[in-house]
């Protein structure tokens, strides 16, 4: 027994020499009883190493939390400034519009105000046409050059039929209106402004009429002025 202890050291001095321990070192590995070698535990290098992985992952984390926390922020600012400035220029164009067309309502107000009083002198003047007939031409020439606006002024009958017309058209002198603005205008006897209608020209015409009434408040026609729009064939020859 003492031999095989004595030998067993020398095979364990030899291998320890051959590995670069030192002589009477003994290295754990498997012992002959068929034990599992013995581990090291990982000790507190590891664990603070892992611990210091763990904080820096946590430092990237919270920087990448504050920088999209940053980016949303300036986001929303920039969605509700954008917000905020869309809201105000269409408030800005809306009363820019709104003045605008309030203007241009009381323009046209005062323009149709300021024609019906035209009409109604010279449909005061006209009371005695029958007794002057040329009072008629005079008064349609004289409404034409003094309302520029407009393209004609004519006289009709009771009865719808051009008697007096400025030199602009005189191809109307003569002819019977049939149009439902003249028949409103003989009708009601009243001052109107008729709807657009086209003519057979294809021309749209805008009639401004004012009755004439005699002396003794006898209806006598009306005098209108007419506002026709260009022909298709001029518009499409300019």
């Given at each position: 027994?003492?031999?095989?202890?004595?030998?067993?050291?020398m095979?364990i001095r030899?291998?320890?020499?051959?590995?670069?321990?030192a002589?009477?070192?003994v290295?754990?590995?498997?012992?002959?009883?068929?034990?599992?070698?013995?581990?090291?535990?990982?000790?507190?290098?590891?664990f603070?190493?892992e611990?210091?992985?763990?904080?820096i992952?946590?430092?990237?984390?919270?920087?990448?939390?504050?920088?999209?926390?940053?980016?949303?922020?300036?986001?929303g600012?920039?969605h509700a400034?954008?917000?905020?400035q869309?809201?105000?220029?269409?408030?800005?164009?809306?009363?820019?519009?709104?003045?605008y067309?309030?203007?241009?309502?009381?323009?046209?107000?005062?323009f149709?105000?300021?024609?019906?009083?035209?009409?109604?002198y010279?449909?005061?003047?006209?009371?005695?046409m029958?007794a002057?007939?040329?009072?008629?031409?005079e008064?349609?020439?004289r409404?034409?050059?003094?309302l520029?606006?407009?393209n004609?002024?004519?006289?009709?009958s009771?009865?719808?039929?051009?008697?007096?017309?400025?030199?602009a058209y005189?191809?109307?002198?003569?002819?019977?209106?049939?149009?439902?603005a003249?028949?409103?205008?003989?009708?009601?006897?009243q001052p109107?402004?008729?709807e657009?209608?086209?003519?057979?020209t294809?021309?749209?015409?805008?009639?401004?009429?004012?009755?004439?009434?005699?002396?003794?408040?006898?209806?006598l026609?009306y005098?209108?002025?007419?506002?026709?729009?260009?022909?298709?064939r001029?518009?499409?020859?300019?």
């Amino acid at each position: 027994h003492k031999e095989y202890r004595r030998q067993r050291q020398m095979c364990i001095r030899d291998r320890d020499a051959a590995s670069g321990g030192a002589p009477g070192h003994v290295r754990l590995g498997r012992t002959d009883r068929g034990h599992a070698p013995f581990r090291r535990s990982a000790g507190p290098r590891a664990f603070l190493t892992e611990s210091a992985m763990f904080r820096i992952d946590l430092r990237r984390l919270i920087l990448w939390i504050s920088l999209l926390s940053v980016i949303l922020v300036l986001a929303g600012g920039l969605h509700a400034s954008y917000l905020v400035q869309r809201d105000l220029l269409l408030h800005n164009a809306l009363e820019v519009n709104r003045v605008y067309a309030s203007k241009l309502a009381s323009a046209t107000d005062t323009f149709l105000t300021d024609v019906r009083r035209y009409l109604a002198y010279s449909a005061d003047v006209l009371a005695d046409m029958e007794a002057r007939p040329a009072l008629m031409a005079e008064e349609t020439r004289r409404q034409q050059e003094q309302l520029g606006h407009f393209n004609s002024s004519v006289v009709v009958s009771p009865q719808g039929k051009v008697i007096a017309v400025s030199s602009a058209y005189p191809e109307l002198l003569g002819q019977q209106l049939t149009s439902d603005a003249s028949k409103t205008a003989i009708r009601t006897k009243q001052p109107i402004i008729s709807e657009p209608y086209q003519t057979s020209t294809g021309r749209w015409l805008i009639l401004y009429s004012y009755p004439i009434f005699s002396r003794d408040y006898r209806y006598l026609g009306y005098i209108c002025l007419l506002y026709t729009s260009p022909s298709p064939r001029d518009l499409s020859t300019s």
